[in-house]
Nanobody
Framework: QVQLVESGGGLVQAGGSLRVSCVAP????????MGWFRQAPGKERAFVAG????????FYADSVKGRFTISRDNAKNTVYLQMISLKPEDTAVYYC?????????????????WGQGTQVSVSS
């Protein structure tokens, strides 16, 4: 059974930093493109960042470009999202997801597996 488990969320002040992680035991991790999405209250789930199977390619939403960095460690079946210069509007539940076959990382419908999410709250 494939599970994606996020961790590392929490409460941070505006301007602060946080790193969230997602481990995927039971997944042939290196065969999957990985993505981070977020969902704020009353809003649809939205793409944040994605990374190719080898980690050689990344893509970011404009709203987080230059502040967030996605990375992965295939030996540990783990993908990370490092967040700096956090803003109150970054407050959301953050989800990781895995896609076996995908062209555009933003294509939410192409992700096969999802984690349960981790809450990130940024106070002003």
């Amino acid at each position: 059974q494939v599970q994606l488990v996020e961790s590392g969320g929490g409460l941070v002040q505006a301007g602060g930093s946080l790193r969230v992680s997602c481990v995927a035991p039971g997944l042939t991790f290196s065969s999957y493109t990985m993505g981070w999405f977020r969902q704020a209250p009353g809003k649809e789930r939205a793409f944040v960042a994605g990374i190719t199977r080898t980690g050689g390619g990344t893509f970011y939403a404009d709203s987080v470009k230059g502040r967030f960095t996605i990375s992965r460690d295939n030996a540990k079946n783990t993908v990370y999202l490092q967040m700096i210069s956090l803003k109150p509007e970054d407050t959301a539940v953050y989800y990781c997801a895995a896609a076996k076959s995908i062209v555009f990382m933003t294509d939410i419908g192409k992700y096969d597996y999802w984690g349960q999410g981790t809450q990130v709250s940024v106070s002003s």
